[in-house]
Structure formats: C-alpha cells, structure tokens
C-alpha cells in the first residue's frame, strides 16, 4: 500500500509541473482624440448709461467688463467682430445710423482698444491647456464713445467671438 501512495503522489506532483508557469499575451487598440476648444464668456456688466456730458465728451470706459475662459488642447487664436456695421435702435427717437466703430474692446492691461467693426480682429492668442493655464482666463475691457452726433434713446449691437485653431 505504501507503494501505491508513492506512486499516486509522484504522478500528481509531475501533474503540477506540467502547467505554465506564467502567460504572456498582446492586445493592442486605437483611441482616437479630436482637437476641442471651449470658450466660456462671464458678463460682468449689464446697461451702460450716459448720464453727464463729460460721459459723451470722453465716453465710458467699462474696466473688466467680462472675463473670459478658454479651454483648449490646441494652441488657440480668439478673435472678435461686430455683429453688424450699426447699432440697433431699441427705442423711439433713437438713430439708425450709430457705427459699430463707437465701441472699442481691448484685453485688460493693455492700452489700444480694437474699434469694432464686422471684419474680425485677434483679441489674444493663447496655448493648449485648461482654464486655469496660464494665460487662458482673462478679462476684457469696452469703451463706449458715441460723442454728441447720435440721438438719445437705447441701443444694442451683438459682438461676435470666435475661437478657432492656430
């Protein structure tokens, strides 16, 4: 009987020796990512009111007007246009014939506003990376300089900004 045992454990430890040690295999796959760009606008200011003549003799400068964040993973160019070549009359009495040039937009800290118009203007370039990346939040100024040469009343004219790809 002895025998037997022996026998019977030789051939189950044979058995173990038999089995891989280990497995070796390869997987492979494709991931494809698409070039995304995101820009998100934070109006800081509401209605802009001319309430004395020096406002019209040196029109209103709104400082930090918007801040603007970008997200990107392509270095990125944004710029900006107006919407139409005059100010919408949004009340009786107001001209129809305001230019969109009486606006001027500028990125904060810097000293020449661009004085809109419908070609598109480069307000600022910037790097891949998030929001918080340098460079890709900042905030805009306006000014607002119609002189005595229009009616009073309200007006509204759309800015258009467009991100696009370097």
């Known amino acids: 009987m002895k025998y037997i045992y022996i026998a019977i454990l030789c051939f189950l430890s044979a058995s173990v ?5 280990s497995f070796n295999g390869n997987a ?13 606008f934070t109006n800081l200011t509401g209605v802009v009111s001319f309430n004395t003549p020096d406002d019209y ?3 209103i400068t709104l400082n930090n007007a918007a ?15 107006a919407q139409s070549a005059f100010f919408m009359p949004m009340s009786q009495g107001a ?7 009486v606006l001027g937009i500028r ?7 661009l004085q809109m118009n419908t070609s598109s203007q ?3 370039t910037g790097n891949k990376g998030a929001a918080t990346a340098t460079g890709n939040t900042f905030d805009i100024d306006t000014r607002i300089n119609p002189g005595f ?9 759309g800015v258009l900004f467009t991100l696009s790809q370097q």
């Open 57 to 59: 003799f040196s029109g």
């Open 95 to 101: 001209s129809s014939d305001m230019p969109s040039t």
């Open 28 to 40: 492979s796959g494709t991931i494809s990512v698409f070039s995304v760009m995101s820009l998100n």
């Open 149 to 157: 040469g229009y009616s009073g009343g309200s007006y509204n004219i």
């Open 122 to 124: 480069t307000l600022k």
């Open 107 to 113: 990125r904060n800290g810097n000293t020449t506003f």
């Open 67 to 81: 801040t603007i964040a970008v997200k990107s993973n392509v270095n990125w160019q944004l710029s900006v246009s």
């Open 17 to 21: 020796y038999a089995q891989p040690k």
